[in-house]
């Protein structure tokens, strides 16, 4: 595992990790009793890098994320991400930080069904009090080659073309972290890859951290670095070469033609 701090290099300061995870716990209550989910994780990912994290059903990949992403309270431990310490934060709190700081992707797109793909886009910003939200979301979809849906409903979009209205979202207001929780679970192979292609091309136009939770391994083998998790812990930190892979590391250019 990768030591949690790093010292100061002749190359220069010490960087504030991306995110910083010390001894994370999280516990949450059932029918059963207490179910411990995460136990005593530590974790630092460094600012720029894609990070990957595979691991079995129920090793508690997506609750990592949800942690890290500000969705979800540590039981105990400390949680810090973008330079800001999420632990103790309440709700309020909470959803301050991820306005300003961090985009999601999850898997089944959440988008507001009442809302055309424009207002989708067009909230986080408005939460956050510009005034320039709708030139600026019209900006993200046609990044995502969607400029000719503006108007649509998610109803009336297909679900590649939903997922890259929530691509679009939640990297419209330029965070430093994207979480990505299964973006293409719920799509085809070549839809998917599509999206894969198009997520990896606007988290290099953002620079941004990008944490990436996933169960293929030819997904994983695009980031710079693989966690493996097993039992609530991180088991295995790897580069990208210790896995198998049939993609191509380099992300297809978005020209927004076809219709996913």
């Known amino acids: 595992m990768r030591a949690l701090t790093k010292s100061a290099t002749q190359e220069g300061p010490t960087r504030t990790p991306s995110i910083l ?15 411990n989910i995460l136990n005593g994780l530590s974790l630092t990912v460094e600012p720029g890098e894609a990070v990957a994290l595979l691991g079995p059903s129920g090793s508690g990949k997506s609750s990592l994320l949800m942690v890290a992403a500000g969705l979800e309270n540590a039981s105990a431990g400390r ?5 800001r310490v999420l632990s103790g934060m309440d709700e309020d709190a909470l959803a301050r930080f991820r306005r300003e700081h961090v985009g999601i ?5 959440h988008l507001v069904p009442t809302m055309t793909a424009l207002e989708n886009v067009a909230v986080p910003l ?11 979301a019209e900006e993200a979809l046609a990044h995502v080659g ?9 109803g009336q979009l297909s679900g590649g073309e939903q997922q890259r209205v929530a691509l679009a979202r939640a990297i419209v207001h330029e965070p430093e972290v994207l979480f990505a929780d299964e973006p293409t679970g719920n799509l085809d192979g070549a839809t998917g890859a599509a999206i894969v292609d198009l997520l990896f091309s606007l988290r290099a136009r ?3 951290t990008l944490f990436l939770v996933t169960h293929e ?7 710079d670095r693989i966690l493996r998790m097993k039992d609530g812990l991180i088991v295995a930190d790897s580069g990208a070469a210790a896995a ?6 380099s992300p297809s250019p978005v020209n927004g033609e076809g219709s996913l």
Not at 105 to 109: A, D, G, I
Not at 217 to 223: D, G, I, P, S, Y
Not at 244 to 249: F, H, L
């Open 21 to 35: 995870l010390e001894n994370v716990h999280l516990t949450l209550a059932s029918a059963a009793g207490p179910v």
């Open 79 to 83: 949680v810090s991400v973008a330079g």
């Open 105 to 109: 992707v999850f898997q089944s797109f």
């Open 126 to 136: 408005e939460l956050l009090g510009r005034s320039d939200a709708f030139a600026r």
């Open 146 to 154: 969607l400029d000719h849906r503006l108007e649509h409903y998610p």
């Open 206 to 208: 953002a620079r941004a």
């Open 217 to 223: 391994e030819a997904l994983a083998a695009r980031c």
């Open 244 to 249: 198998p892979s049939t993609a191509s590391r």
